[in-house]
């Protein structure tokens, strides 16, 4: 029995979407048509209503169209690691906004009982804003997890090494830097999985950013840059059920970001 074929207006109304992003989606190579009419015209099957169905509940979770494409085209088992990240993301984006709402509900409180002193108003905001930034590394670790990498790094770097990080820098600082490290971690995946060129501008890109956050945190310290190396040796001797999401890298990418790095190097000599 032939499957049914589906015209462009038909997939619109069935799916809730307009034909303007159903073309949009073929164009971006996210969703083509199955078959073509002898006049031309887009014909769909009920496999693609599937894949639209995936598409658009990828796209209600917040994933841009860049990370749609990588999830559609290897399936469950990267949809995993990306979807945790994505949880994690927002899950963090919810805790900012909790504290955004209780320092207006402080300050409302502060306004209603005649307070007029800008300062205090300041501080009470303050206060809230790194108490909400101050949990942000849960929302990426469980606490199995944190005492995974804190133990990982009493093993890893020397107490001189760890004295050094733990006084480097703001509390800000560290949160913009895991900040700054999951998003290079996120493009370094996504370029791994779409194979693209190490020696490519986008990889060398990615192989800059590392090499600037590797010295950005041990700031040519040898003591530091020992303990990082270490450290990263003991993460992937971990079983894989052991590594945190939010930091594993899996074999290919670590390959991948391992011949970048070389590429760029090479260059520089």
């Avoid at 971006?28 to 598409?55: F, K, M, N, V």
């Avoid at 800008?118 to 929302?139: C, P, R, T, Y």
Wanted: proline share 4%; charged share 25%; glycine share 6%.
């Amino acid at each position: 029995m032939d499957q049914p074929l589906y015209q462009i207006s038909q997939v619109a109304r069935k799916a809730s979407v307009s034909m303007r992003t159903l073309r949009y989606y073929d164009r971006q190579g996210l969703l083509s048509p199955s078959h073509y009419s002898e006049a031309g015209y887009r014909l769909y099957t009920d496999a693609d209503l599937i894949r639209l169905q995936y598409i658009l509940a990828l796209k209600f979770l917040g994933f841009s169209l860049d990370e749609i494409r990588v999830c559609v085209q290897n399936g469950p088992g990267r949809l995993q690691d990306v979807l945790a990240q994505q949880k994690a993301m927002l899950m963090a984006k919810r805790v900012h906004l909790d504290a955004i709402i209780t320092a207006i509900g402080h300050t409302e409180k502060l306004l209603a009982g005649g307070a007029g002193d800008a300062d205090l108003i300041a501080k009470v905001i303050g206060v809230m804003q790194m108490e909400q930034k101050s949990g942000w590394i849960a929302k990426y670790l469980t606490p199995e997890q944190r005492e995974t990498m804190k133990e990982l790094a009493r093993k890893s770097y020397s107490p001189e090494a760890l004295q050094k990080l733990a006084t480097r820098g703001s509390l800000e600082d560290r949160i913009r830097f895991q900040e700054e490290y999951q998003v290079l971690l996120a493009d370094l995946r996504r370029l791994a999985t779409e194979g693209a060129d190490p020696a490519g501008p986008a990889a060398q890109a990615v192989a800059r950013r590392m090499a600037e956050t590797v010295q950005s945190l041990s700031q040519g310290d040898p003591n530091v840059q020992a303990g990082m190396k270490k450290a990263w040796e003991n993460f992937n001797a971990l079983p894989a059920a052991e590594r945190p999401p939010a930091y594993r890298l899996n074999e290919s990418e670590r390959a991948f970001i391992k011949q970048a790095m070389g590429i760029m190097y090479g260059q520089r000599r």
